[in-house]
């Protein structure tokens, strides 16, 4: 392929300025592709880069607003999460606001390529959930099991994914689901630390505070390293017709328990901070929900079979750049 500008693929990011897609930029950014970077906010960009950047910012709630973001696309990226307050995994049934960012604009990119109209379907690579399996989750999941979501977030994932899976058997898109579990790692600012269940313990640990587990700590997760799962989306890609039309699971297949996660978080900060490990405690909490006591680790390596990705960052190295950026941040702002 050559290298001038209009023979690059254009791939284009929805949601580049997040935690998850400043990662993917990151790994975009070194092939030569035109990349288009949707976003609200700027982008921070590395130096080195060789792909052709197209800063594009954007209300994608906006009539007409995803159709002008995708395009001329060959690839979409979409990593579109509502996310009030300090996490994305706690939606209230009924939160029209959520559903309108985590299914209506699935929606709103199908119609936009429907009326496209190109001969060679684009690749969308779509951000799902390991946790959509919900209640139908065991010691590992398999991907096989029927999905029993148990939060209101996990449904409308669930949606956006079938939605995608539509389109591709319509003939519109290549659709691809990468269902990701717990995913740790730097940010690069304020605006792009994790969300999760890792970045919330990482606040209060900073704060001084201690650390709450709803249950007795046993509970499992399977943890990945943000530059990890980037380098899975470009493996997505790379592998698109392979995987189009379905869902895939992105883990390590590792067991580490909310007991263990939460101490290596007290003890990752206190290195950073110089002071004691924060406590570890074990509270009731009324915000507990079903898929909270549910093991939540990959069981299968399907997507590994097909693509040869594989995890190379530790847990532990992913907390330990997790906890360095936010040292680097002012109290406020962490």
């Excluded at 936009?112 to 999941?141: C, E, M």
Aim: hydrophobic share 45%; aromatic share 4%; glycine share 10%.
């Amino acid at each position: 392929m050559s290298d001038t500008a209009p023979s690059r693929p254009l791939v284009v990011v929805l949601g580049a300025s997040g935690f998850i897609g400043t990662a993917v930029t990151r790994e975009f950014l070194a092939r030569p592709v035109r990349l288009r970077l949707v976003s609200r906010r700027p982008v921070p960009l590395p130096p080195g880069g060789v792909a052709e950047v197209q800063p594009l910012h954007r209300d994608l709630t906006e009539p007409g607003a995803v159709a002008a973001a995708v395009a001329g696309a060959d690839v979409v990226i979409h990593l579109l999460a509502y996310i009030k307050g300090l996490s994305t995994w706690r939606v209230r049934e009924g939160d029209h606001a959520a559903e309108r960012v985590n299914v209506g604009l699935m929606h709103d990119l199908i119609e936009a390529v429907r009326g496209q109209r190109r001969g060679t379907p684009p690749v969308v690579v779509f951000a799902g959930a390991l946790s959509q399996v919900g209640t139908a989750g065991g010691a590992a999941v398999t991907g096989e099991e029927t999905d029993e979501p148990a939060s209101e977030y996990d449904r409308q994932k669930l949606a956006a994914e079938r939605a995608l899976a539509d389109a591709t058997a319509a003939g519109l898109v290549r659709g691809i689901t990468l269902r990701l579990p717990s995913v740790c790692g730097q940010g690069t600012g304020p605006s792009t630390l994790e969300h999760g269940m890792v970045g919330a313990m990482m606040r209060r640990a900073f704060a001084g505070e201690p650390l709450t587990m709803w249950h007795d700590g046993t509970v499992a997760r399977d943890l990945v390293c943000v530059d990890d799962v980037a380098r899975a989306f470009a493996a997505a890609v790379d592998h698109a017709d392979a995987l189009a039309g379905r869902h895939w699971l992105i883990g390590s297949g590792q067991r580490t328990t909310v007991g263990e996660l939460f101490r290596a978080i007290a003890e990752v900060v206190a290195r950073h901070t110089g002071k004691p490990p924060v406590p570890v405690t074990q509270v009731r909490h009324r915000a507990a929900a079903p898929a909270d006591l549910v093991d939540f680790v990959v069981g299968s390596s399907a997507f590994s079979r097909v693509t040869g990705w594989s995890p190379q960052i530790p847990l532990a190295t992913a907390l330990d750049r997790a906890a360095a950026a936010r040292a680097r941040l002012s109290p406020e702002q962490r």
